[in-house]
Structures are given as structure tokens and as C-alpha cells.
Nanobody, 118 residues
Framework: QVQLLESGGGLVQPGGSLRLSCAASGIIFRLYNMGWYRQAPGKQRELVAAITIGHATNYADSVKDRFTISRDPAKSTVYLQMNSLKPEDTAVYYC????????????WGQGTQVTVSS
């Protein structure tokens, strides 16, 4: 059974930081590209950051230079370090695992709420 367990969300003031974690089980982690997505109320889900099996990364323009994605193969965990948070970063953040073939597995976590407000 595949599980992506997210943690680290919460309420933070503008300019603050949070680190999200996504612990994967039931998959061969090294074969999966990992991503963080977010969905704000009334908006479509959007890609925030992704990291490939080769550790290449890409980011949405809105979070470049503020967010950093990383992965720890030993812990089967992907992280999203979020700095200089803005109110517009408020959303539910979802972890995604996509098999490198793009056809053998596409899994989602349950989501974790991030609220940026004073």
C-alpha cells in the first residue's frame, strides 16, 4: 500500500519560514520523481516545485529564490523549505510521487494546510 505522509504545515506570519516533509512508503523511492503542488481556495492545483530521480529541480516562478525542494533517499522523504512566506502562499500543499516512466505509478498525499497571515 502506497502512502505519502505530509507534515510541517501550519500558521506562520508573513516573512516567516516553514519546512514541509513528505515521507513515502510502499514505493521504490529512487524510481519516483517527486513534487509539491498547492491549491488555494477557488483556484486550480498548481506545481510549486519538483525534483527528479537525478535530483534536478524546477520551481514555479512565484516561489523561485524563496523555496527549496530536496530529497533524502535514506529516509524516502522529500522536503520543501519555504522562506520569506507571503499571504499568497496560503494553500493546501500536496506531495506527489510520479514513477520515472510516467506510466507505472502516480500517487498523492492527503495535503497539509499552510496559512500565511498576521
Amino acid at each position: 500500500q502506497v502512502q505519502l505522509l505530509e507534515s510541517g504545515g501550519g500558521l506562520v506570519q508573513p516573512g516567516g519560514s516553514l519546512r514541509l516533509s513528505c515521507a513515502a512508503s510502499g514505493i521504490i523511492f529512487r524510481l519516483y520523481n517527486m513534487g509539491w503542488y498547492r491549491q488555494a481556495p477557488g483556484k486550480q492545483r498548481e506545481l510549486v516545485a519538483a525534483i527528479t530521480i537525478g535530483h534536478a529541480t524546477n520551481y514555479a516562478d512565484s516561489v523561485k529564490d524563496r523555496f527549496t525542494i530536496s530529497r533524502d533517499p535514506a529516509k524516502s522523504t522529500v522536503y520543501l523549505q519555504m522562506n520569506s512566506l507571503k499571504p499568497e502562499d496560503t494553500a493546501v500543499y500536496y506531495c506527489n510521487a510520479l514513477h520515472w516512466s510516467q506510466s507505472k505509478g502516480d500517487y498523492w498525499g492527503q495535503g497539509t494546510q499552510v496559512t500565511v497571515s498576521s
